[in-house]
């Protein structure tokens, strides 16, 4: 049977675009990707990552990446439509590119969030997929890839925003002193609360 395995890359951050990538494989595409090490991108350091995303890439059947950026990610969100919705649209996208009229595929999704019965109305998915199926593993590998790429363009442009996510000291302080100047670069996710507590809305309410 083929399978489709399916992860993200980029969640969570607050700079720059979410990468979802698919990987068509079978059986035998299972069984080299297994003899390569291929394995969840979060064990492996970024150099091994960008070896292993070029085997991945000659070994599948067929591979898919779909970005979201900062700016679509917002839209959808100020639309109604949360995160693991948009996720799973995306997904979507995923599978019916590498689908093709194929019969009988299997699809495995990485579950990003630890409400799999929500995501499993959506889809199937399974909760740490990255790290129990080589499938989902080898999609991590190219999501993480992709993900590093995009970032890497970003701070050529941006040196001193650190490394996007919220927590990162370097990238609050860029916030503070970029933020309001970049407001409308497209890099930013201005739906995260931490932009939102940063450079509140003018008719939004102040407690004292």
């Known amino acids: 049977m083929l399978v489709i395995g399916i992860d993200d890359a980029g969640r969570g951050p607050l700079i720059g675009p979410m990468i979802l990538a698919g990987v068509l494989l079978d059986k035998n595409g299972q069984e080299v990707?297994?003899?390569?090490?291929?394995?969840?991108?979060?064990q492996v350091i970024h150099s091994s990552r960008i070896k292993m995303a070029?085997?991945?890439?000659?070994?599948?059947?067929?591979?898919?990446?779909?970005?979201?950026?900062?700016?679509?990610?917002?839209?959808?969100?100020?639309s109604g439509t949360n995160l693991n919705k948009l996720e799973a649209m995306k997904a979507g996208e995923i599978i019916n590119s590498l689908n093709n009229?194929?019969?009988?595929?299997?699809?495995?999704?990485?579950?990003?969030?630890?409400?799999?019965?929500?995501?499993?109305?959506?889809?199937?998915?399974?909760?740490k997929a990255d790290v129990n199926h080589i499938d989902v593993a080898a999609a991590s590998i190219l999501a993480k890839v992709t993900r590093?790429?995009?970032?890497?363009?970003?701070?050529?442009?941006?040196?001193?925003m650190g490394s996007g996510y919220p927590s990162?000291?370097?990238?609050?302080?860029?916030?503070?002193?970029?933020?309001?100047?970049?407001?409308?670069?497209?890099?930013?996710?201005?739906?995260?609360?931490t932009w939102k507590k940063m450079f509140p809305e003018k008719n939004q309410s102040t407690l004292f």
């Open 33 to 42: 990707l297994k003899k390569y090490g291929i394995k969840d991108s979060k």
């Open 54 to 78: 070029k085997i991945i890439k000659e070994t599948a059947l067929a591979y898919k990446i779909v970005k979201t950026s900062a700016k679509d990610i917002d839209k959808s969100l100020l």
């Open 101 to 127: 009229g194929r019969q009988k595929i299997k699809v495995v999704v990485d579950c990003p969030s630890n409400n799999i019965l929500a995501w499993k109305n959506m889809m199937t998915c399974e909760h």
């Open 148 to 160: 590093e790429e995009e970032v890497t363009k970003l701070k050529k442009q941006y040196p001193d």
């Open 168 to 193: 990162d000291p370097d990238t609050k302080k860029f916030l503070k002193t970029k933020g309001k100047q970049l407001t409308n670069s497209g890099i930013f996710r201005k739906t995260w609360q």
